[in-house]
Every structure is written in C-alpha cells, then in structure tokens.
C-alpha cells in the first residue's frame, strides 16, 4: 500500500512539473508575440540581413491612409524610415516587396480611365518614393481594369501584370469577362 501511495505522489509531483513548464512556456511564447506585435506593421519581407516593412503612420480622409517603408539592418531590433514623404492609399491597399529595391503598393485594385488608371504605386529606390505606375491600355469601351494580383516574371522573363476587364463577349450578345496581361519593361512605371 505504501509503494502505491508513493508512485500516487510521484505521478502527481511529474504531473505537476509538467503543467508548470507548460504554463511557463505558453507565456513567454504569449509575451514575445504581444510584445512584438504592431497593429501598424502592414507588411514585411526578409532579405538576407535586411528586414523591410510597410508601416502605418495614420489614417486619412476618404477611407485612406498614410503608409511608409521602413528598414532594418540588424534582425528587427530598429528600424530606420526610408519613405522621404507618406504614402497616401486606401485602407483596403496590399503590399509587396519584389526585391530590396522595388516595391509595389496595390492601392485600388479597380482603377478606373478618369483617374488615368492609377492605383498602383511602385518604388523603385527601396521604398524612398514611389509614383503612380502608368497604363497604356485603348480601348474605349473599358473604363475599369482590375488588378488581380502583383507583378511576376513570366516564362519570357518579362515582368507582368495581369488585369480582368468586363467587355463585349465575343458572340456579340452581351458581356463577359477577360483576363489582359501587361507588361513592363521599365520595373513596374509603364504597362503596355
């Protein structure tokens, strides 16, 4: 009965120091991503020692905000602002770093003729500034394009872009939809 009562307390006391450890580390685990989190990092993306992140700086009328590029050279510790002037882009806007110097931000993915078919924006120095990427596109009866997604190089090594426009369907009758590739050959300014 004794030898029982004592493998009883044994098992308890393991038990115990299991939950213990446990706890211990769900917390430090809990602390380090609460204290490393921040509800403005947008994006980031490493790149051998260099770490790169779109940042929050505020919120701005019209369902917009202010965004800027900021860099780190030793692991995430500091960071340093690289943007010269904030970046004004909806609220909805998606971000990528291609490479450590080229950076594209998808502010609108619906951009429109009036608004020259801005909407997204590219860097081309590291995220120090960025303008809007132009759109070569005639066709009059397409007033909207739609980014569907970021620049990727294709099978030609060309840098591409692919849109989704609504025109008339090839039969005559009615609408449909149909993906366009653009292509750059200045990293991202033009599209053609």
Known sequence: MKKQNTIIVIIIILALIIDIVIVYKFQSNHKNKVDKQDENELYSEKFDHTILKFQRYDYTLGQNMIVGVEKSTDGGK?????T??????S?????????????????????????????????QDGGKTFVDAKFSYDNDRVDILHIDNFPYYNDKKKLSLECTIYDIAPDGNGYTDYIITFVSEDNGLTWK
């Open 78 to 82: 500091t960071f340093s602002i690289i």
């Open 91 to 123: 609220n909805k806007a998606r971000f990528d770093f291609f490479d450590e110097n080229v950076a594209f931000i998808i502010s609108r993915e619906l951009i429109d003729r009036n608004n020259n078919f801005s909407g997204l924006k590219v860097s």
């Open 84 to 89: 010269q002037d904030g970046v004004v882009v």
